[in-house]
């Protein structure tokens, strides 16, 4: 079995332009997501997954500057960009991250390993922890269904399409330790994410890798620091387009099924 770890990037955000290329203690946010994967076990390659816009070309070299590969892909289609990389690199499964996630949590992302390994769920997710310090796993055949099924393009926020335990084995994984904190926000979309999290790393200690247990027991000792992005709100999707996948996947049950069982030899 080969299990891959894509990282989900491109430069276009508006609200905190060029984020993923900013400085946090010396390295770049998306290098900073770099040294976190490399920590994964088990784990064979690790992939930048940009788009092909001349824009996103600055990923393209960190990629190589670390050592890791890179794939350029659809700039809407964010599954489908997904799905293109991890045929050309043979995964059967993989762990998913986006770029703008610079603490996710390297404990739980090996639990997750050890799931895909032990069991064959479609999609395994962490419930619990501080907004954007998750990692999710994948089957790709589960994605594969997904990406011919889908009445989308733009999937930049595509949970909905994938958490489907009427069709999916989808594995949740409750956090029960310090880091069980899902009102604490550490992802970064506005510049007082960027804040908050820059002053994490510059005033605690770590070789490697910033430990996210560190960053949990540091906020609680110091509520102040919690406060400086705790007016963002994160971006999801409207009534409407819930609305619109729920009434697509009603309606197009069977036919899902059955292109199912084809991708998976059923």
């Known amino acids: 079995m080969k299990i891959g770890f894509l990282i989900t990037a491109r430069l276009k955000s508006t609200r905190l332009p060029f ?3 900013k400085d946090l203690n010396g390295k770049t946010v998306i290098e900073r997501i770099i040294d976190r994967a490399k920590e994964i076990q088990d784990i ?45 690199f043979s995964f059967d499964y ?30 395994i997710k962490l419930e ?48 029960t330790d310090k880091l069980r904190k899902p009102k604490l926000r550490l992802t970064l979309d506005y510049k007082e994410d960027y804040e908050l999290i820059s002053h994490l790393y510059k005033e605690l200690n770590y070789n490697k890798v910033l430990s996210l247990y560190d960053v949990v027991d540091y906020l609680e000792e110091n509520p102040q620091i919690r406060k400086i992005n705790a007016n963002c709100k994160q971006e999801d999707l409207s009534n409407e387009e819930i609305e619109e996948i729920e009434k697509s996947y009603k309606e197009n049950y069977e036919k899902i099924v059955k292109i199912k069982k084809e991708i998976y030899n059923i």
């Open 94 to 123: 993989f762990l998913g991250i986006t770029a703008d996630n610079p603490l996710f949590t390297i404990q739980y992302a090996n639990l997750i390993v050890d799931e895909i390994k032990r069991n064959k769920y479609d999609f």
């Open 44 to 88: 064979s390659e690790i992939i930048v997954c940009t788009s092909t816009n001349p824009q996103d070309k600055p990923l393209i070299d960190i990629a190589k500057k670390n050592d890791i590969y890179y794939y350029n892909g659809s700039e809407e289609d964010v599954l489908q960009r997904l799905l293109d990389a991890a045929k050309l």
């Open 128 to 175: 619990g922890l501080p907004l954007g310090c998750g990692t999710y796993g994948m089957n790709v055949n589960a994605l594969e269904t997904v990406c011919k099924t889908k009445n989308v393009v733009d999937t930049e926020i595509w949970g909905l399409l994938i958490d489907r335990p009427e069709i999916f084995n989808v594995k949740t994984i409750q956090i």
């Open 19 to 21: 984020k993923i290329l």
